[in-house]
């Protein structure tokens, strides 16, 4: 089964930083997108940003000027960049690997990111 490995998760106080990394497997191929996605305790899993296949970027309003997305197409890695975190982005972070013309969504397994007050 195709999974995706997040990385780079852990405790981080209130306004620190913290990147997280997802590595994409070479057999996944034709992605529309990768996105990050988080599930909070309590909630439902959603979406916090997403990369194209041509580089096009959007963020949700709550990570707005504070998340940075990149990728490293050499490594087959996606970044996630979280400055001034606040104890309210405590989540579990998911990246997935979408295709719409392929119909494919893949996850990997979540690295949790926990931010204290």
């Known amino acids: 089964q195709v999974q995706l490995v997040e990385s780079g998760g852990g405790l981080v106080e209130a306004g620190g930083p913290r990147r997280l990394s997802c590595a994409v497997p070479?057999?996944?191929?034709?992605?529309?997108?990768i996105e990050w996605h988080g599930k909070a305790p309590g909630k439902q899993r959603e979406l916090v940003t997403g990369i194209t296949s041509v580089g096009r970027i959007n963020y949700e309003d709550f990570v707005k000027g504070r998340f940075t997305i990149s990728r490293d197409n050499a490594k087959n890695t996606v970044y996630l960049q979280m400055n001034s975190l606040k104890p309210e982005d405590t989540a579990v972070y998911y990246c997935s690997a979408t295709s719409s013309r392929f119909n494919y969504r893949y996850w990997g397994q979540g690295t949790q990111v926990t931010v204290s007050a």
């Open positions: 070479g057999s996944i191929r034709n992605t529309d997108a």
